[in-house]
């Protein structure tokens, strides 16, 4: 079923250059990167497959997914067989990251800002100066299971394309389209502009959500306008220090979750899915 | 302000007495374990004083964290000046716990079931062979969010007292009750025996929590009566396979939290933060 000659040389140029795909340089200038395992290779090729360049696969993995493989045969992406060793220096050395003998090399998954803003998005998620890539995959995980429309991060946060970042989104990064490298002002206008609410998460919002929530229960009876019912951009801060005012005044209104224990502050994740979450419900 | 000599030898008995409370058996064996870093050591001084046994201190953490000091004090907990050298050796090779100069030895925090019943608890998280300590700190942080009133850990869990899930639980763990070691057919025959709804949260459930959500908003107005108005217990598995259906089938209902894009499944913490804030919304 797979052609080629099994890769067995670790050391060979060919491992080193899809092992280097683990950095952030070799990323931008090949425009690819590692996709790991097979929960994300499954559905890069369910979503992306002609962004798929190539897979890698231990024969053990083969027999075990053979599903996947034969999704990637089926759809033109070469599938060339590799040692436990050559995948093994394909992954690098980040041990949250075990691609279980399937690794896929992918082009780049960003998308211009115009590019779903014409789509007319009902429900975006922006992540400003997240810099933890498990900590913006599970947003995308989230988003993604809240049915966002997009996702996007300021060019202050880290990058989607990270390998720890990719794996914990849970294959999510190939669902919906994400946008990169904006700045957070600039991202803000554009969503205005295309009619979006900006609302920014923040302990210090003097706006409650279950306020908001409120608002759009009684809307769905009365037919009054209520803000979550619209078209509405989530903003959510860094995970150690939240939004800076200046980032927050942005924003149409600051939005606080409710805190109801002793709780300082939600972490990152857990506010982002409220916010989300209070959105789906809303939009039903 | 502090006494005592400062501890120099990273290599001494007492030293080493402490760094193994970063393993489980010790800690079972010294009924006490580590809290690191100001804003857990700051939320066990504020919560449970009496449960602290000793604080280290860095000559730069005690004035950086002067507060938590003079908290400690006004508290008779002794306070020991110690080198970056010692604080280092204490707090043990975990790169994900920065102690920032603060460690706290405090006894155990686990309550009797019986006792957290006998409050008549509303809200409480179970979790059931929950095994990464990152992923159970969240959901108890979440939890303290949410307003619920205790939170339990199976037999089959990750230990609470783990420093990573100390950590990870930004000292919500000293907010509220937390039990322990009690096998989950024994912790649901109490919770329902204490009369609480016994909720297992699962993709595989028949019952839609906006149904249950849907239910409670009218049962608001209309005084019907409603599930998630009344004591709940919700019972989360484990982060990678769920919950068994053997599990589930001891809940009253299985209940699944809705995914509206293509996501295949929620993570652990994003799915108890929509069931948990489910709750506390339905018991305003």
Request: charged share 20%; hydrophobic share 50%.
């Amino acid at each position: 079923m797979l052609s080629g000659e099994t890769l067995a040389n670790p050391r060979s140029d060919r491992v080193k250059a899809v092992a280097r795909l683990s950095g952030r340089p070799a990323r931008l200038r090949a425009g690819r990167f590692l996709v790991e395992g097979p929960q994300s290779v499954r559905e890069a090729l369910r979503f992306r497959a002609a962004d798929v360049v190539q897979l890698y696969v231990t024969e053990a993995a083969a027999q075990r997914y053979a599903e996947i493989v034969a999704a990637a045969l089926a759809a033109d992406v070469p599938v060339t067989p590799v040692t436990e060793a050559v995948l093994a220096a394909m992954a690098g050395d980040d041990a949250t990251v075990n691609p279980q003998g399937l690794l896929a090399v992918c082009g780049l998954v960003d998308v211009p800002l115009d590019e779903v803003l014409a789509a007319r998005p009902r429900l975006v998620a922006v992540l400003a100066q997240v810099r933890d890539p498990g900590n913006a995959g599970t947003v995308i995980r989230a988003a993604d299971a809240a049915g966002a429309d997009a996702v996007l991060l300021t060019d202050a946060s880290v990058d989607v394309h990270n390998p720890k970042c990719v794996r914990s989104t849970a294959g999510s990064l190939f669902h919906l389209p994400v946008v990169t490298g904006v700045p957070l002002p600039d991202a803000v206008a554009a969503l205005k502009a295309a009619d979006l609410a900006v609302l920014a998460a923040d302990g210090a919002g003097r706006t409650d959500l279950d306020d908001l929530l409120d608002e759009a229960e009684t809307a769905r009876t009365t037919g009054a306008p209520a803000l979550l019912r619209g078209p509405v951009a989530w903003v959510f801060g860094n995970e150690a220090w939240g939004l800076p005012p200046a980032d927050r005044a942005l924003a149409d209104q600051v939005v606080r979750v409710p805190v109801h224990g002793h709780a300082e502050s939600l972490n990152l994740g857990t506010a982002a899915t409220v916010c989300l979450y209070a959105s789906a419900r809303a939009h039903r």
